[in-house]
């Protein structure tokens, strides 16, 4: 496997990645839009779960291709990319359980989100997290568990309503699970670590 990291940290690639996530962002706000229009504006940033997630690596890429690290975005990264990608497919997955069948969209956001999910992981050999980067993720995402299962701003999906209690306790260790590999592969003690450059 480590014969990809070569390829994903050509200039070339992260090119290539950064806009596919730009585009990406952009059209996850679009999605978006219908829920943001008669959401207060105090939950207005931690509604939009999964753009936000690849703004986040957006900024990463960015840094990357000015042979920086920035490691707070790179834990907000890899943990909101984990997170939101394997819980949206969670979620379609779902969707399809009760109702027998998906849309094209809901297709074409497994298959993303599950891409989201996984280039997450794919650059936590170059990524330089310290054990606060993570503390303040672990605040962020579990604070934006409050505002959708508490004051109810989750992503609205069909029948996923009928859920809500099911899908919060889901959704809490979920976001544990995430951060506990974002530990694993970018700040235990002896992890295996790249150089952007080498």
């Known amino acids: 496997m480590k014969w990809i990291y070569p ?5 070339a690639f992260l090119w290539c990645l950064l806009l596919i996530n730009i585009a990406g962002t952009i059209y996850g706000y679009h999605w978006y839009k219908w829920q943001l229009v008669d959401t207060p504006a105090i939950f207005v940033p931690f509604v939009p779960d999964s753009p936000t997630a690849s703004l986040f690596f957006v ?6 291709l000015l042979n920086k690290n920035w490691p707070l975005f790179e834990a907000l990264a890899i943990v909101t990319l ?13 969707v399809f359980t009760v109702k027998g069948e998906l849309d094209f969209e809901s297709y074409m956001l497994i298959f993303s989100h599950l891409g989201m999910a996984i280039q997450g992981v794919l650059y936590a050999p170059f990524y330089r997290i310290k054990m606060l980067h993570l503390i303040i993720t672990g605040i962020w995402v579990l604070h934006n568990e409050i505002i959708d299962y508490v004051f109810l701003q989750m992503p609205r999906y069909p029948v996923l309503h009928l859920y809500l209690q099911e899908i919060g306790y889901f959704t809490f260790w979920l976001s544990i699970a995430s951060l506990f590999l974002a530990y694993y592969y970018c700040v235990r003690p002896g ?8």
């Open 191 to 198: 992890r295996f670590t790249l150089e952007l450059n080498s």
């Open 82 to 94: 984990l997170k939101y990608g394997i819980w949206a497919v969670i979620m379609n997955l779902l």
């Open 59 to 64: 900024f990463v890429l960015i840094a990357f």
């Open 7 to 11: 390829f994903i940290a050509s200039r």
